[in-house]
């Protein structure tokens, strides 16, 4: 894994010339793999598009998971920080200008036909080539004011964080281990009684211990399904004893079926 720092991951960008945008918009594939971007913002929105493998996103507010074939919305001026594993996708950029809504926080969309299509499209006009096209000056102003739309299809791929330092370090633990993560070493990582960090965690992140944790355990799910394992071995890795009440998480949060998600991604 490449690991980036915050000066590294300007760096970065300066290179690849997404640090001084000009125009409506323009299309950007990255081809970095096992890659993460250290803290950074966009002067332009940015509209990441999953093709395949899953990436995920942080911000100070919350972790977010972007499963393939399924988009993310930075808006401009948000800090964030990415982990890109083995994934390809694409990103458009857009002038603040262009978009009807202040959309200030990151959301995962439902990609529907019409959006997947438009964004694919739009990998004719990288940075250099859309500028000088009054076409696609105005096919990124028309995207543009459809996403307004779209942002409405936003998917619960949401884990939000705590600037509690007690939170987060049982949060942390969770993260990297969904599998052997209970309410007892979530306390102990606290170092608190059950009855505080339950009324804590509430009161820090505005939903409670139990919902937290299935969430993480399910987008935990979704990334090693992405990358091929089997739903009886996931379900047993993120901490499922039942098979059964972990198609039903999984259906209630992706809205459908972890068998359905893995199909998919493989067809």
Known sequence: MRVLTEEETQAELKTLALDD???????FSN???DTFYGWHAHPYHQL?????GATQLETAEARYMLPPQRAAWIPAGVRHR?????????????DPADVPTGAGRVRIMLADPLLREMILHAQRWPRGMAEGAPIAQSYFRTLAL???EWLESELPLRLPRSED??????????????GTATLATATAAARMSERSFRRRFAASVGMSWQAWL????????MTRLAEGGRVTDVAAEVGFSSLSAFALAFA???????????????G
Not at 48 to 52: E, Q
């Open 31 to 33: 081809t970095a793999r």
């Open 214 to 221: 299935t969430q993480a355990r399910i987008m935990a799910a």
């Open 48 to 52: 990441l598009y999953a093709i395949s």
């Open 82 to 94: 990415t982990l890109v594993s083995q994934v390809e996708g694409v990103s458009l950029y857009f």
């Open 165 to 178: 330092p007690a939170i987060a370090r049982a949060m942390d633990q969770v993260i990297a281990e969904p």
């Open 146 to 148: 459809l996403c307004a």
């Open 252 to 266: 209630k949060v992706c809205g459908e079926t972890p068998s359905a998600y893995r199909a998919r991604l493989r």
């Open 21 to 27: 945008p000009t125009g409506a918009g323009f299309a």
